[in-house]
């Protein structure tokens, strides 16, 4: 709101005096009291102050439309308020441009004693309600803003001078009770709660929705025992709420007043054991089915349990539980309304782990089919890509293909030739050519590197002036130390692999290239540039520990921990979701066993898919640890 004609602007010096509370500047500034008219409007407009001539600046407003009373207010000017309400009384129902009176400002600011001198000019007044039930323009009262900001002492004040105070909400739908509530306030909640108060919240939501604290909780559920059972716009219970936050207390405290209202959904279906479920909420499920032990029937509008449920949200935690609990066993091969169990769910998202987990259990059936016929092996079969085999990391669909191959799973009887799956796509051939020409651009980088290096050893080269007879013109200094050596052959390896690798990575490039060879060049290539990348790690570290070796036992130390270090988490890290396949299916069938169904074996025997996932780890590091054997032991020769 704009400074009107009608208005007048607050002096700089008296405006500082109101805020300072400097009483004598401000009676100095003032003019003798002067009636003066002043349009009070109860509605989202500001009121019109309109001075006679002869008045000065009593009347005056800041750009915000502030009076004098309303600066006092705000910064607790007790002797400012008394003078100002001594001369011009009608200034306590001023308001501003968003509509706050005095009053609202004492109690935004938490100024308890500005707001009792407000109140005592007007107490007995018929006007007292009217300033109590004021709205700003955001539809607040005074107790909306003492309850907002945690002033307890100004809250039982305001009620007791109204206590209909109470059952105002603001524009938001927000009563003082669920303000205090937000607050955490149990004194402010004992003092609303009164049987006329209301307890509404933004949205649909009730005091309770808000609750945090256990003792509120009980407090409002002994005020109102059917608060628990309202629920928001979304169908959503203040059960909901905490099962979704993960209170399980919380939970144990409504379910105790009233456990049906775990039997009820919202507007999606969701019960709140589902809705924990989605959450990762174990405990909050464990506190469920404590309280009602058939929850665990409880089915949302697809026929999907809270199982079913934690698998489509990733919630390991509920998986895991639900496999430790003997009771919860139904739920394991569960169908839903689709015929899915939680292990089809888990295939279909590409939840490695949870199949993981699954499949570990015994108990769980990886035959089951669901209403289209299809079993876990059948769904992860059509997302399985034949490329990820030759990733530096295999993905999800791969190692969940490959456990449920291991552990013995089954198609579902259907022909083979109609598969709607091709693994020889366009789609796939597109990729593998890409993928081959950017495995070609990082061989060639570690063939120059490794080249360059085999030409500037570190140390240099002799120029047959050294007093040592055993080192020759033209010949390496330290050739004679470990270190060398093993700098010169992994380097050596490196840059042959690379070389190597490159070949076979242009020739898998080609656009004319049958698929199959493709795929078995660029599987071919990836293995050898493993080798190729480490041996860049050894050659680098072993020329630095060279040099420093032995003068510098620390830094030699610290080399080698720093160089050796991203080799092991290659090995090791990199690869930490086949240890984890491994460790399913050895846990099933012995490390260097699987149980693959032979019909099974028949079928895949054209797409090559037949390696068990011990096999491919074991081959990995065979070939890591072969390497390296033999370059430490040509080294100390």
């Not at 003066?36 to 509605?43: E, G, P, R, Y």
């Not at 900001?149 to 305001?158: A, E, I, L, R």
């Not at 949870?354 to 059509?382: A, H, I, Q």
Request: hydrophobic share 45%; glycine share 6%.
């Amino acid at each position: 709101m704009e400074i009107g004609p009608k208005q007048i602007l607050m002096g700089a010096y008296l405006l500082r005096a109101a805020r300072s509370g400097d009483i004598e500047t401000l009676t100095s500034l003032l003019s003798p009291r002067n009636h003066f008219n002043i349009d009070i409007q109860t509605s989202h407009q500001s009121s019109t102050l309109v001075p006679p001539p002869q008045t000065k600046t009593i009347y005056g407003v800041t750009a915000g439309g502030n009076t004098l009373l309303h600066v006092a207010a705000q910064h607790g000017q007790l002797r400012i308020i008394e003078e100002i309400c001594r001369r011009e009384l009608s200034l306590v129902f001023a308001k501003n441009t968003r509509l706050d009176s005095p009053l609202h400002l004492a109690a935004r600011s938490g100024n308890q004693k500005a707001a009792e001198v407000i109140i005592k000019h007007v107490r007995e007044s018929s006007e007292l309600k009217l300033l109590l039930r004021a709205k700003n323009l955001n539809g607040d009262t005074a107790l909306h803003e003492a309850a907002r900001f945690g002033n307890h002492h100004m809250v039982k004040s305001f009620i007791a001078l109204d206590v209909e105070l109470s059952l105002i909400v603001n524009n938001s739908g927000m009563s003082p009770l669920y303000l205090a509530v937000m607050r955490n306030s149990q004194v402010m909640v004992e003092a609303l709660l009164n049987p006329s108060s209301s307890y509404a919240g933004p949205n649909g939501q009730t005091a309770l929705h808000a609750a945090r604290s256990q003792e509120i909780a009980r407090m409002l559920l002994a005020w109102k025992p059917e608060i628990g059972r309202v629920a928001d716009e979304s169908g959503s219970l203040p059960l909901h709420y905490l099962a979704a936050n993960g209170d399980a207390r919380m939970v144990g405290i409504l379910l105790e007043h009233d456990d049906s209202t775990s039997y009820i959904a919202d507007q999606k279906g969701l019960f709140s054991v589902h809705i924990a479920a989605s959450m990762n909420r174990a405990q909050v499920i464990t506190e469920m089915l404590k309280h009602c032990p058939d929850s665990d029937e409880l089915v949302d509008g697809k026929g999907r349990s809270f199982l079913h449920v934690a698998v489509m949200n990733h919630s390991q935690q509920v998986v895991r539980y639900v496999l430790q609990v003997p009771i919860l066993e139904k739920l394991l091969n569960y169908q839903d309304s689709e015929g899915n169990t939680p292990l089809h769910l888990a295939c279909t998202l590409g939840a490695k782990d949870t199949v993981f987990d699954l499949v570990k259990d015994g108990r769980v059936d990886s035959g089951v089919m669901n209403n289209e016929g299809c079993t876990p092996l059948d769904l992860s079969f059509y997302l399985y890509n034949p490329i990820a085999l030759w990733q530096f990391q295999e993905s999800s669909p791969s190692l969940i293909f490959r456990c449920l191959l291991d552990t013995g799973a089954i198609f579902s009887p259907n022909r083979s030739d109609l598969q709607k799956r091709n693994v020889h796509d366009l789609e796939n051939e597109t990729t593998m050519i890409s993928l081959s020409k950017t495995l070609a651009i990082l061989s060639i980088l570690i063939a120059t590197v490794t080249f360059t290096a085999g030409f500037t050893v570190p140390g240099g080269y002799s120029s047959g002036s050294s007093s040592n007879d055993n080192i020759q013109e033209g010949t390496a200094i330290l050739s004679n130390k470990f270190c060398f050596k093993v700098f010169l052959i992994s380097n050596t390896l490196a840059m042959v692999c690379s070389l190597t690798a490159t070949c076979s990575l242009v020739h898998a490039g080609g656009p004319l290239l049958d698929f199959k060879v493709r795929e078995s060049h660029l599987s071919w290539s990836t293995s050898i540039l493993w080798l190729a990348f480490m041996g860049m790690y050894v050659a680098f570290g072993m020329a630095l520990m060279t040099v420093v070796s032995p003068q510098e036992r620390v830094i030699e130390i610290v080399v080698c921990a720093i160089t050796f270090g991203p080799v092991f988490y290659l090995v090791f890290v990199a690869a930490w979701s086949g240890v984890n396949l491994l460790r399913v299916t050895g846990f099933m069938n012995g490390v260097l066993r699987s149980s693959q169904d032979p019909h099974t074996v028949l079928r895949l025997r054209e797409h090559l898919l037949l390696n068990s996932s011990s096999s491919l780890m074991i081959r990995a590091v065979s070939w890591v640890v072969l390497a390296y054997a033999v370059i430490f032991g040509l080294a100390l020769f």
